[in-house]
């Protein structure tokens, strides 16, 4: 297989794979882990051309820098480390979370993430959520102190709103915006697409497999997966929402069945093409433990879905019933 193409990451940043890959639960979130199969996963997407490798110091409390510490560190060169700082969790409950965006925790948080990962330099740093309690130009005065002082390349944010980031790129410039952008949750569109398109800040989408649910891999996830999947925690996932929202899929199906390609190649290329579509950089980061679902992945990159096919589509999202979060208030459109 053929490297992909590639991608600026934001008017100053470097270019990338035009798809990353997202590491969250190859430790983190989605059950039980094949911890060589995952190794094996981050060596062939570099192998395709992936180079954008996505974390948090929040993924298992630090564990996933940890361990994708020594494949970053081996091919130091080719690949650009994403991590963010931002979400508290608390070690006696993980279902706890707070936000933190104050100098004092960005400047305490950065030292643990480069410690982790073993790395001089965070090419990409995200404020994973905003603390709406704190400016968001002083969080990002803060965070434009560590670029200054060579321990950052590039800043992101995560699921802020178009205003949020054009106040936050008038104090630095922004190289990419995280948020979930999928053909079943597009409430960024809204305001935050539009202003990234308008400042050159690449458009970063998480999810965009739905969180496996695109790919037909499960309906229910309160049935289907183990306890200590956080999917079962969604309201778009579980009971009478998550059988509603199977039925959705249909159109995806037929277009796979169409062209032999996957439900999953289905969505990623929708994804992919939202770049031509509202003129950005759009680099997904679908997560995956396993080589062949990168080399899928990857292969979604290479589909251009016709008017037809993009129309049939449309519908989708303005269909699906739940939100993607039981509380949607530390999400950009809990904000909007």
């Given at each position: 297989m053929s490297r992909i193409e590639t991608a600026r990451l934001g008017s100053e940043g470097p270019e990338v794979g035009v798809q990353g890959l997202g590491c969250m639960g190859m430790s983190f979130a989605y059950g039980p882990t094949d911890a060589d199969e995952a190794r094996a996963t981050l060596e062939r997407a570099l192998e395709l051309g992936v180079?954008?490798?996505?974390?948090?110091?929040?993924?298992?409390?630090?564990?996933?820098?940890?361990?994708?510490?020594p494949f970053i560190q081996a091919n130091r060169d080719a690949v650009t480390i994403a991590t963010k700082f931002g979400i508290v969790l608390d070690p006696d409950d993980p279902a706890k979370r707070g936000i933190r965006n104050d100098r004092e925790y960005i400047r305490a948080s950065v030292e643990g993430s480069l410690q982790r990962l073993g790395v001089d330099v965070i090419d990409l740093y995200y404020m994973h959520r905003r603390d709406v309690n704190v400016?968001?130009?002083?969080?990002?005065?803060?965070?434009?102190?560590?670029?200054?002082e060579g321990k950052v390349k590039q800043l992101g944010l995560s699921e802020v709103t178009g205003p949020e980031l054009r106040a936050a790129h008038a104090v630095h410039p922004i190289a990419a915006l995280q948020s979930e952008w999928s053909v079943f949750s597009r409430d960024v569109e809204k305001t935050a697409v539009p202003a990234a398109a308008e400042l050159g800040v690449a458009f970063v989408p998480y999810s965009p497999l739905g969180r496996g649910f695109?790919?037909?891999?499960?309906?229910?996830?309160?049935?289907?997966?183990?306890?200590?999947?956080?999917?079962?925690?969604?309201?778009?996932?579980?009971?009478?929402?998550?059988?509603?929202?199977?039925?959705?899929?249909?159109?995806?199906?037929?277009?796979?069945?169409?062209?032999?390609?996957?439900?999953?190649?289905?969505?990623?290329?929708w994804v992919q093409q939202q770049a031509q579509i509202h003129d950005l950089s759009v680099i997904p980061i679908p997560g995956t433990r396993k080589r062949?679902?990168?080399?899928?992945?990857?292969?979604?990159?290479?589909?251009g879905l016709t008017a037809a096919e993009l129309a049939t589509l449309e519908p989708i999202a303005g269909q699906v019933a739940g939100g993607r979060y039981a509380d949607m208030a530390f999400t950009s459109a809990g904000r909007e």
């Open positions: 180079t954008l490798y996505d974390t948090a110091d929040m993924y298992g409390m630090g564990e996933n820098e940890k361990f994708i510490a400016p968001i130009e002083e969080t990002v005065g803060a965070m434009a102190e560590l670029v200054q695109l790919t037909g891999a499960f309906v229910k996830a309160d049935a289907e997966l183990t306890k200590d999947d956080f999917r079962q925690t969604m309201p778009r996932f579980t009971g009478e929402n998550a059988e509603k929202n199977a039925q959705l899929l249909a159109p995806l199906r037929a277009i796979a069945e169409a062209r032999d390609i996957t439900l999953g190649q289905v969505a990623l290329a062949t679902r990168v080399e899928e992945n990857t292969g979604a990159t290479r589909i």
